[in-house]
């Protein structure tokens, strides 16, 4: 049989996918091991015993300093920033998506200014957001919005007239003004797309935050990275770096669900056309 | 006086021809069906009719009136494909109807009518459906019902706006055989019970003349390479069905 068509058992298939998993974490305890042999004080790779100590610390002991448990506040502040930036990303992408996509006038006056926006870095502007918003929580937030809201209204604009345009002249046969046209037609078919678009982004919002919170913050997942960075804590880094991970995965599932269960059309409607 | 009315129609893509002085004249309960060769303008002319390209020269009068510039309730359409709204179920499609073209403030502001509006309107969709033949499915989506059972809904959900005219750019083209003869009953039986006056491209000739009053034939008088383009379609041929088909009264075909 040809390797294209052989597919493995659907039990076979979980173990497979479990695999690397598994071997990158062999393949670090086997490492960490044989450092730990040499020098005893090494860092770079330490211990699950140690990385489990640090959880402890850091995940289950309040701090006496600030009364408040590290893992559990720089979670909140850094979800909080994520969120407030990706939610008014993806509200500017709808509503000038669609906007931009329906509205010819609009693409004429928009299109190929959000198109040049888009290829501005943030991270280039993030120095200009610091000067003109402060340090505070409005500029990380305006750093994830700013990064990822021209790509998303690209993104819904190219979406929106990608529709069959049969479809815009069916709705108007029907009796559609644009508004209900956008209302009706337009916007309950780019929202699931929207979410497929807004998973894509998860990435780049978190590095965009982690970015920020880096540079300049006194709370968040970055911060505490880079903060006992200048002590080489590889037993608090890793764990920080596993949890985002971890974040944005579940994430990215929930969005996958949300999708299914709010447009249950969907999936069928994508593959039919 | 007739309820569409075509004269010294022309249509050019930059310098290319595609229909020269059609001059042409349709009654009010007309089914006229549209044949020619691949390519000769049946879709463009349509898309005149349903003001989603303008003619170059030329007028279309409904009803004596120039047709309004864009498309609109008073003409309404099925396509071969992409006609119903897949994020919408089966009864959903055909109550968009209402949904859309119903007056009033919160209508007009929402998209959707309500109350005692909305309850008739959705008595009226599910007559329609059962019409069709589509009682059974109102609750599916258009991706789990098969081609013919979705041309069916599109004509349904085309019917609910009352149309003065419905446009059909091969309705029925991607259909089986047997499934094309179903639903050739359902487009008869609709056309004999309903204010339907019917423009209808097809490049089936059985179907043209099994189901229409009037047969009309776009050729191009001049069709060479060397000729760039100079020569559009004209009508080629103009037949009525004999015995003529009544509108009302299926016994006379
Ligand atoms: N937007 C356009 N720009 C330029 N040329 C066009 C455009 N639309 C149609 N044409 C040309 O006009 C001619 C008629 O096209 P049309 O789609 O009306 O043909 P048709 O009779 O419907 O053909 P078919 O039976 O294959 O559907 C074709 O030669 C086509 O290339
Ligand atoms: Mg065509």
């Known amino acids: 049989m040809r390797l ?75 979800l909080g920033r994520l969120f407030a930036g990706l939610g008014i990303a993806t509200l500017i992408g709808a509503v000038l998506g669609i906007a931009i996509g329906v509205l010819p006038y609009l693409r004429a006056l928009l299109g190929q200014f959000v198109a040049v926006v888009s290829m501005v870095p943030p991270l280039a502007i993030l120095p200009i957001l610091f000067i003109t918003m402060g340090l505070g929580e409005a500029s990380k937030i305006a750093l994830i919005a700013i990064g990822i809201a021209p790509l998303l209204i690209r993104d819904i604009a190219l979406r929106v007239t990608d529709m069959p345009p049969q479809q815009f002249v069916k709705a108007q046969t029907l009796g559609a003004s644009s508004w209900t046209l956008v209302l009706r037609v337009v916007l309950p078919q780019i929202l699931p797309r929207l979410i497929d678009s807004v998973r894509l982004q998860i990435g780049p919002a978190w590095l965009f935050l982690i970015s920020a919170e880096a540079i300049a913050s006194e709370s968040g997942l970055g911060y505490r990275i880079f903060l006992v960075r200048r002590y080489l804590a590889m037993d608090v880094i890793l764990p920080y770096v596993a949890w985002i991970t971890l974040l944005a995965f579940v994430m990215e599932i929930a969005l996958v669900a949300l999708q299914r269960r709010a447009f249950p059309w969907f999936a069928a409607a994508r593959t039919a056309q | 006086m007739s309820l569409i009315s075509v004269r010294h129609l022309w249509k050019e893509y930059d310098d290319k021809v595609v229909l020269e002085d059609i001059n042409l004249e349709i009654e009010e309960r ?43 309730p008073d003409r309404g359409v099925v396509y071969q494909r992409y006609s119903v709204f897949p994020h919408l179920t089966v009864l959903g499609n055909v109550l968009l109807a209402k949904d859309l073209g119903a007056r009033g403030p919160g209508t007009r502001l929402l998209g959707r009518v309500f109350g005692a509006a909305r309850r008739a309107a959705t008595e009226k969709a599910r007559e329609l459906l059962a019409a069709v033949g589509l009682a059974h499915a109102a609750d599916k989506y258009p991706s789990q019902l098969s081609g013919g059972m979705q041309q069916r809904l599109a004509l349904a959900q085309a019917l609910m706006a009352e149309p003065r005219v419905l446009l059909l750019d091969e309705p029925f083209g991607a259909l089986d055989p047997g499934i094309r003869a179903d639903i050739h009953v359902l487009m008869r039986k609709l056309w004999h019970e309903r204010a339907l006056t019917a423009v209808m491209v097809t490049h089936d000739l059985p179907e043209a003349f099994g189901l229409a009053t009037r047969v009309i034939a776009f050729e191009r008088r001049r069709d060479e390479p060397s000729d760039g383009g100079r020569y559009g379609a004209r009508i080629a041929k103009d037949i009525g069905i004999w015995p003529p088909r009544v509108a009302g009264a299926p016994k006379a075909v």
Do not use: H
């Not at chain 1, 076979?12 to 996918?17: G, M, Q, T």
């Open chain 1, 4 to 78: 294209v068509n052989r597919l493995p058992a659907p039990g076979w298939a979980r173990v497979l996918a479990l695999l690397p998993f598994v071997a990158v974490l062999v393949l670090y305890l086997i490492a960490s091991a044989m450092r730990l042999a040499d020098n005893p004080a090494d860092k770079l790779l330490p211990s699950f015993a140690t990385i489990g100590d640090a959880i402890v610390r850091m995940a289950f002991t309040v701090d006496i300093r600030t009364g408040t448990i590290p893992l559990w506040s720089d979670t909140i502040a850094s």
């Open chain 2, 30 to 72: 007309a089914f006229v069906a549209l044949v020619g060769p691949s390519g000769c303008g049946k879709t463009t002319f349509l898309k005149m009719l349903l003001s989603e390209e303008i003619p170059t020269r030329g007028i279309i009068e409904l009803d004596g009136k120039p047709i309004p510039k864009e498309p609109g």
